[in-house]
């Protein structure tokens, strides 16, 4: 950091400067500057004297602790990138130092004396001689042998300060020789010396990082993970270009060349996108931010819990990324130190102009310090934008992977209390949010500094009204104040009115299939449309605080100017032209922090909303890991133990789940868990499991978990990957697997075997392949302890056999296996039985033991004996009549039709035939359509020229004003001023007023257009998904969805107008700063258009590249969600098997992605932007040469001044240009991923005008399926393949088949969830293709094969459109067994329902589904396997139920209890999509051959035991 070094007679010479002549303040005299240098390079000495004593005296202590390599470290031995350049620059800078103190001692000796100014630079010059040779050895000797990743991180900060210093003294010397002052030309040499060695210092430090990964080898391998690690953090970091980039390529970005390479000539696929620096990466932060997490997480509460804040929640992200926010601080510094050098020397040039003597030979100089300033401006601000997005890419990496690590630990309890749309809000909205702050971060501090810059130059120029300047300033900072308190609220209420919608569009689309059966999609949809009204007040109010916090900011530059001028005039300063103009360009530049101001204060509190609601979710209970004892494998004979148990979910002994909990099961035991629905058998599950709260009592488990869960938890993802869930493949366990589980025939029949992609949540399986696959992945796993909740209600009778042999008494013979079952047949193989009745155990032992010893036992058996009776009886019919086998057996051909014959040959193994396709982007250019469709869609476009016209206006306003200033004010004392001072004020006054209020015009008009735009993209892009068919939800993932109504609607609400704007807005701009030059000199203009040609061609050279990695960003977006979701909802059998781990390196890798095409879309940018700067400054250099070369008296030096005033911002004017248009282009794309999905086909009509349906339609329920062909898309298989069956009105009649037989999607294609591809479904002779939609599904019922509640009340639940009374509702719950249940609590038919109706048994729900469709008591009932979730005496009851309600009815049951179908009148059985058997069940009995006996004979097997 030289400080001047001044040679006595320059010491002489400013002792002489007249008092008249403006000397320098204090801290800019020599005294000063070098008593700052000298304190500085004296710690330089002392720090590192005392850092290599102290490592010295270290290593004597303990010799072993540190590998030390003989002789001097070469930096290309081991790889340290730049480590050879800086040792090289600091020795050579070191021989300088010492020839420079040498030399100024010798002035001093030999000149005049030992003046105060001498001593001062004789001290200067020693002290950094001494301090950079002493850094020049450490580096070279001590440094070189040791082996760390980068330089020390207080040697980088030196050279930064250094950089910083040096600058300084330059502009000092520059100031002290404008001002007719001599500099020693040792002076300039040292000047030159140090700028040029500090920046290579700097970049040195920035970039010198160690390559080849030499520590390893000095270091042990603690693990195999560890090395891993390493080696992944190795191929990163060559995959990463910017790592590997060297100085000069940093520099200027270039590093970046190659990827637009490849980005111009195709499009961009993830691929393409090279990799992160380890730093970037999930894997680098992740350990940091968690460290310094726990670090200042402290204790407060007293309890042992941590605490997280807001603000502790920033401290560690800042402490995560310092180095960013030091070096990005310094870059911020630098820049605006150069942006207010152009403002301090335009009076000068002014004067030059005008033909001061005192500037007569200081042109040239001039315009090389404009130059220089303008060259450093630009490169720190491309590198400080560039750090700053890097500091924000891994904030959010880090806050979303420790979210996402959160959400798998929550406790039952804490997962409730938040709903799933609210978490994921979390990690796409509030994550993100903190990530775009670090744009703002050094805000806070560099307004002040800004201001503080501005006063001095002000002050220099206009003496004391710089006070009124300060004033004005002052005032309209705090007229932001309560604008801003107003923003924060709005802001909080629109993020929590945003969490409700979210909340409900989640769960909505989880279950859209029982709303598009039931008919009541649109009346849901009312729902969130009327939430999104709730939310739009307060977007609203919003959207006009901002504009008035707008209004308030875009005036104060004029508010400012005017208070000051007013000043001058008030206390008789006289107002030069040259004055004017350095005021009027100070106060452009203090626009800057002006106008970002009301951004910044908006988005702090936007972060403070954010990192609040993340400070909370971190808060939340996690589940408890001491709730159960575990041992290792084979530690104890005893595998569960549980005593004195007492669990309650509600976490209250007041409202216990399961009490007096006692019983063991020792190794390789066989326990099955029975009662009826309620009892709380899933509950004993979780207990083992340990998650459910424990109250009291001890649980011990020993070996390892498997948990098969009642409702199938499938990830989306290949079926393989599900079962494989993370283990080695191996082939012959594999095979054997599948056979256990009977998968194998399921396979042959998918298109692509075990590599088919299933949809979200399983949703192109069904119900028992999803169960099968469950199994599967708890055998392949081989753990010590299964717990099986009840997964053999969703298959059919004779799989359910299967699976009972060969995986619970087959390939888990020898391990412990606890199973609830509502199948009595199951029991009696079992070791131990418990029956549980109210949170209890009433009985235990084996089947014969407890047989007779309890009444709850004998309910269960008796009930599953009744059912076996009409068997029983069927049986005794047939015994006596002998009819031929085929007799009764209307045995349909199996032959395959044309059709599906044509289909396999279609069928190539081409991955369209995948239900889930990758997520559809748009290519290539963004469309005009879809900018005209934005512009367009709010009053027809018609407040767009309005807007435009405004910013005109306040353009050609704001330039009328100062070039009034220009002209009116006298180039000097001498000259006669044109007009009086009051009227320079008067007319100045009304045009900046003028202009002020076309701004508020202008953003009121903007802000009016941009909620009704995005009010009505909300509302046509949510009826086009309500009315979307079943297969777009059954192919698209949820995250998609929510993706666009949550990020890309928040985009449209608040960002979109404003940076369409921007464009319109920075392009006036541009015009009106390159119109006030040529007004000067029009030979600019030979410059100007090849750079603005340049320019447009580099920005389309860039959009190619930088619009393809923005749509990656949002395709990159989705899956993190999705993957988020679907491990919140399986975190209990994540945890089982102890996957978190892989689970987190999932989501580690899915960040990463979508932080790679975030990484490299911010280069891409600074690329642009560097080369933009690089041309503006040659335009802005050539009008400056042409104006300084121009014959004197030829233009008015106001006039030019006022020229090159504008200039002074034609570089950022010009990228701003530039930028915006990207950034729109980017931006747009979520108008145009909304514009998608407003797109999609939508179902035929819910109702048709031209109906002619009878009211009581259908009246005799009769139904005709003819030659029926379903596929689900055109380019999958059939699954239903010529199907002719009559089903008589009033009958009830049975679908039986093995698991994937085409059951399920016949009952879709009744309902039109799924359209026949061939043939037709009559009802009452009326072709149901030709009917409206909800004509259809209101006449129908249905109780699904998944049980469904909804997020509300009982009330709600069974009647959601509000069409029975209380007596109605009370009367359908006692059919449906639940009465009494509800009469026990206490808000009764009000009582809550929560998420997914979690706070209800899967039976209670069944229960709920069947009270719906006896309220509704249609004249076609459906069962989709509708009491597979209820135990045996809850289903006899519910038949029963159902033959008094429905006696009139058409029932079609799917069951897979074969007694269930056999008091039908009918039984149709399907295999593969073609009907096999139909016939009367009695018939179809008596043919001893028909695979319906065979299904029978089964069952009866499996139950002979009772």
């Not at 994550?431 to 971060?441: I, K, P, Q, T």
């Not at 010590?784 to 009778?797: E, K, N, Q, R, T």
């Not at 399926?1265 to 689900?1272: E, G, P, R, S």
Request: with cysteine; glycine share 8%.
């Amino acid at each position: 950091m030289p400080a001047s070094t001044a040679a006595p007679p320059y010491a002489a010479a400013m002792a002489a400067t007249p008092a008249g002549n403006g000397p320098l303040v204090f801290f800019l005299q020599p005294l000063f500057l070098h008593g700052v240098a000298a304190v500085a390079h004296v710690l330089l000495a002392l720090a590192v004297a005392g850092h290599v004593l102290f490592r010295r005296s270290g290593a004597g202590r303990a010799k072993d602790g540190e590998v030390r390599g003989g002789g001097a470290y070469r930096g290309g031995e081991g790889g340290f990138r730049c480590y050879g350049v800086a040792v090289f620059i600091t020795w050579a800078l070191a021989a300088f130092e010492v020839l420079h103190a040498a030399y100024s001692c010798y002035l001093d000796v030999g000149g005049a004396g030992w003046s105060r100014d001498a001593v001062s630079d004789l001290v200067d010059a020693a002290s950094r001689a001494v301090g950079w040779l002493l850094l020049a050895a450490y580096l070279q000797f001590e440094f070189g042998r040791r082996r760390q990743e980068r330089f020390p991180a207080p040697l980088r900060l030196w050279w930064a300060l250094y950089l910083l210093l040096s600058v300084l003294v330059v502009t000092v010397h520059v100031a002290t020789r404008l001002d007719g002052r001599p500099v020693p030309a040792h002076s300039w040499a040292l000047d030159a010396v140090s700028v040029v060695a500090a920046v290579v210092l700097l970049f040195a430090g920035l970039f010198g990082k160690r390559e080849g990964g030499g520590s390893a080898s000095e270091e042990p391998l603690l693990n195999g993970a560890h090395e891993r690690a390493e080696e992944d953090g190795r191929s990163a970091t060559e995959a990463s270009m910017f790592t590997g980039a060297g100085f000069l390529s940093a520099l200027s970005f270039s590093w970046m060349g190659p990827l637009l390479a490849v980005g111009h000539k195709k499009t961009l696929c993830l691929d393409d996108v090279p990799g992160l620096d380890p730093g970037d990466s999930v894997a680098g932060l992740l350990p940091t931010f968690k460290a310094n997490l726990e670090a200042v997480a402290a204790d407060v509460s007293g309890s042992g819990r941590k605490v997280v804040t807001a603000f502790k929640l920033t401290k560690a992200l800042v402490r995560t990324v310092w180095w960013h926010v030091s070096v990005t601080a310094f870059y911020a510094l630098v820049y605006n130190v150069a942006t207010y050098v152009g403002p301090y020397l335009i009076d000068s040039l002014v004067q030059y102009l005008n033909g001061d003597e005192r500037y007569a030979s200081k042109g040239q100089l001039l315009v090389l310090a404009f130059i220089v300033a303008k060259v450093f401006e630009c490169l720190a601000q491309r590198h400080w934008f560039f750090r700053l997005q890097q500091a924000g890419i891994r904030a959010r990496s880090a806050l979303v992977a420790v979210v996402y690590q959160k959400g798998l630990a929550l406790s039952s309890q804490s997962r409730q209390s938040r709903t799933s749309g609210e978490m994921i809000n979390i990690i796409s909205v509030d994550a993100d949010r903190v990530g775009l702050f670090s744009w703002y971060m050094h805000d806070l501090w560099l307004v002040p500094l800004q201001v503080g810059m501005a006063l001095f130059i002000l002050y220099s120029t206009l003496g004391l009204a710089s006070l009124a300047a300060l004033g004005a300033t002052v005032v309209v900072m705090l007229a932001n104040v309560p604008p801003g308190q107003m923003q924060e609220k709005f802001q909080q209420k629109l993020m929590d009115c945003k969490d409700i919608r979210m909340k409900a569009t989640s769960e909505i689309l989880r279950n859209m299939r029982i709303l598009k059966l039931q008919g009541w999609e649109m009346k849901f949809m009312s729902k969130i449309i009327e939430l999104r009204k709730t939310e739009t007040n307060w977007l609203k109010k919003y959207l006009y605080t901002s504009t008035m916090v707008t209004f308030v900011f875009w005036g104060a530059p004029t508010f400012v100017a005017v208070a000051t001028f007013g000043a001058c005039m008030l206390m008789g300063i006289p107002l030069e032209s040259g004055k004017v103009l350095s005021a009027l360009a100070t106060f452009r530049v203090l626009q800057e922090p002006i106008y970002n101001l009301p951004d910044t204060i908006s988005m702090m509190i936007q972060t403070k909303v954010s990192l609040d609601r993340i400070a909370s979710f971190l808060c939340l209970d996690e589940l408890p890991t001491d709730a159960v004892q575990r041992l290792t494998s084979g530690s104890s004979d005893v595998a569960i133990d549980v005593s004195n148990g007492l669990f309650s979910w509600e976490a209250s002994p007041e409202v216990p789940t399961l009490k007096d909990l006692n019983f063991q099961a020792r190794q390789g035991m066989l326990v099955a868990v029975c009662g009826t629905v309620g009892s709380g058998k899933s509950s004993l599950l979780s207990c083992i499991l340990g998650e459910i709260p424990k109250l009291a009592g001890e649980v011990r488990t020993c070996g390892t978990m498997a948990y098969i869960s009642q409702s199938a938890w499938i990830q989306s993802g290949k079926i393989q990957d599900n079962i494989l869930f993370g283990k080695e493949m191996d082939n012959e366990k594999y095979e054997r697997v599948l056979e256990s589980c009977s998968l194998k025939k399921d396979l042959e029949i998918l298109p692509f075997g075990d590599q088919t992609v299933i949809g979200e949540r399983g949703i192109n399986l069904s119900g028992g392949q999803k169960q099968r696959i469950q199994i599967a992945r708890a055998l392949y796993q081989e753990a010590d302890i299964y717990l099986f909740d009840d997964p053999f209600s969703a298959v059919d009778a004779h799989t359910g056999s299967h699976l009972f042999k060969e995986c619970l008494l087959g390939a888990l013979a020898s391990k412990t296996v606890v199973y609830v079952t509502h199948q009595i047949e199951f029991l009696p193989a079992a070791d131990l039985i418990l029956v549980m009745k109210d949170g209890r155990i009433t009985q235990a032992g084996k089947y014969n033991e407890i047989l007779g010893s309890g009444v709850e036992f004998m309910e269960l058996v008796g009930a599953h004996k009744e059912a076996l009776t009409a068997l029983d009886a069927i049986d005794a019919a047939n015994a006596g009549d002998v009819a031929s086998p085929s007799s009764g057996t209307a045995k349909l051909s199996r032959s395959l039709s044309s059709a599906e014959k044509k289909d396999k040959q279609d069928d190539g193994n081409s991955q369209s035939g995948q239900l889930v396709q990758e997520e559809e982007r748009e290519k290539g250019k963004v469309g005009f359509w879809v900018y005209w469709k934005y512009l367009t869609l709010a009053y027809k476009g018609a407040l767009v020229p309005f807007v435009l016209l405004a910013q005109i206006l306040f353009q050609v306003l704001q330039i009328a004003s100062n070039y009034w200033m220009a002209w009116a004010a006298p180039v000097s004392k001498d000259v006669e001023p044109p007009v009086s001072m009051s009227t320079l004020l008067y007319v100045y006054v009304a045009l900046a007023l003028g202009s002020s209020l076309c701004v508020l015009v202008r953003a009121l008009f903007l802000v009016t257009a941009s909620y009704k735009t995005a009010t009505l993209l909300f509302n046509k892009m949510h009826i086009s998904i309500f009315r979307a068919p079943m297969f777009f939800f059954d192919s698209t993932p949820s995250g998609r969805i929510l993706n666009r109504a949550s990020t890309d609607q928040s985009e449209v609400d608040t960002s979109i107008a404003y940076q369409m704007g921007s464009v319109a807005f920075a392009i006036i701009q541009l015009v009106g700063i390159i119109a006030v030059m040529s007004h000067v000199s029009w030979q600019v203009f030979v410059v100007f258009i090849p750079v603005v040609a340049a320019c447009f061609w580099y920005q389309r050279y860039y959009i190619d590249t930088a619009r393809e990695l923005q749509r990656l960003v949002g395709v990159c977006k989705a899956p993190i969600i999705q993957h988020f979701a679907e491990s919140i909802t399986g975190s209990t059998t994540i945890r089982c098997f102890g996957k978190e781990n892989q689970f987190v390196s999932a989501n580690s890798h899915l960040m990463d992605a979508y932080s790679r095409s975030k990484f490299y879309n911010a280069g891409a940018m600074d690329w642009l932007c560097f080369r933009l700067d690089v041309l503006s400054s040659l335009t802005f250099s050539f009008s400056l040469i042409f104006l300084i070369n121009l014959p004197p008296g030829l233009i008015d030096p106001g006039i030019a001044g006022l020229a090159v005033t504008y200039g002074l911002n034609l570089n950022t004017q010009q990228a701003w240009v530039v930028w915006s248009m990207c950034n729109l282009e980017n931006k747009i794309i979520s108008v145009e991923r909304i514009l998608q999905y407003i797109s999609i086909p939508a179902e035929p009509p819910l109702s048709m005008s031209e109906d002619k349906l009878a009211h009581n339609w259908p009246s005799e329920g009769k139904i005709q399926l003819d030659n029926l062909h379903v596929k689900y898309a055109p380019q999958l298989p059939f699954v239903l393949k010529g199907l002719t069956v009559t089903f008589p009105g009033g009958l009830k009649t049975g679908i039986v088949g093995r698991t994937g037989s085409g059951k399920s999607t016949l009952i879709q294609a009744l309902f039109r969830i799924v359209d026949p591809t061939i043939g037709q479904i009559l009802i009452d002779g009326v072709d149901i293709c030709t009917i409206g939609l909800h004509d259809l599904r209101s006449r129908l019922s249905i109780i699904p094969q998944e049980p469904t509640m909804f997020e509300g009340t009982v009330r709600s639940n069974l009647d959601p459109l509000g069409e029975y009374n209380d007596n109605q509702i009370w009367e359908a719950l006692d059919y449906c067994q639940l009465g009494d249940e509800i009469r026990k609590k206490e808000l009764k038919l009000d009582s809550p329902v929560i998420e997914n109706g979690e706070n209800w048994s899967v039976g209670q729900r069944q229960l709920v589904c069947l009270g719906r469709v006896i309220l509704k008591r249609s004249k076609i009932l459906v069962l989709d396997e509708a009491t597979a979730s209820v135990d045996t005496a809850t289903d006899n009851l519910i038949q029963k139920t159902l033959r008094q309600q429905f006696s009139e009815a058409t029932v079609i049951t799917i069951a897979h209890r074969i007694t269930s179908v056999l008091n039908s009148d009918m039984v149709l059985l399907l295999d593969n999509g073609v009907a096999v058997e139909r016939d009367t069940p009695a018939k179809l009995l008596d043919d001893k051959s028909s695979l319906f006996s065979k299904l029978v004979e089964e069952y009866t097997m499996r139950s002979t035991h009772t």
